[in-house]
């Protein structure tokens, strides 16, 4: 008999779940299917922003989980509930967990939640973003985006704060930031935030 060998867990976002199609044969689960890939343990990098406990004879527990790119849905029964109960709203977590699909929704059964210093979720943001190329309309639009956002602070933004809020890589977003303090339109109060000055 072959070993049972655990999928690995694809480092992904949120936003990249939902876009991936669920592929179901007799009304069960297979994997999900994104960019040639068969995924069905994933590794996600979030926020919990909501939590919901069911006490009662059927134990439930569902922890939403936002990621600036989407939300997605985490949900333990029975037993596993008791380890997860822990986590709560705000905390920064790493979950790996499979993929499963029930009433047309996606949604993780976590195996592991492992809370996370929030500053994780730009390290994963840097880690997953250097493999994508970028055009030359996505430059434009990343440029206008961080404009948009300089000038909406009248004392200042944290350029952390771009990278996290803004769907693009967070290279292409300091090379914009780099461009716009060499061209005067904005400058550096200290190190890490930016003001506008044009």
């Known amino acids: 008999m072959p070993d049972f060998q655990r999928a690995t867990a694809i480092k992904l976002r949120i936003g990249d779940i939902l876009k ?16 040639d890939k068969q995924i069905i343990r994933v590794n996600i990098v979030a926020n919990i922003v909501e939590k919901y406990n069911s006490e009662g004879e059927k134990k439930y527990l569902a922890l939403t989980i936002d990621d600036a ?10 037993d596993d509930v008791a380890k997860f109960q822990a986590k709560e709203q705000g905390d920064t977590v790493m979950v790996i967990g499979l993929l499963r699909y029930y009433n047309n ?22 880690e997953l973003d250097k493999e994508m190329p970028i055009t030359k309309e996505e430059i434009t639009e990343i440029k206008s985006q961080v404009i948009d956002m300089i000038k909406k602070e009248a004392e200042g933004i944290d350029t952390d704060k771009i990278i ?11 090379q914009e930031i780099s461009k716009l303090i060499e061209e005067g339109l904005i400058y550096e109060p200290r190190p890490g935030k930016v003001r506008w000055l044009g």
């Open 20 to 35: 991936g199609k669920p592929i179901i044969t007799e009304e069960r689960f297979n994997f999900l299917e994104l960019n």
């Open 69 to 78: 790119s989407g939300q997605i849905r985490l949900k333990a029964f029975g």
């Open 105 to 126: 929704e996606i949604y993780i059964s976590p195996e592991i939640i492992k809370s996370q210093d929030p500053r994780y979720l730009l390290v994963r943001k840097l």
């Open 164 to 174: 996290m809020e803004l769907k693009a890589s967070p290279d292409a977003i300091n």
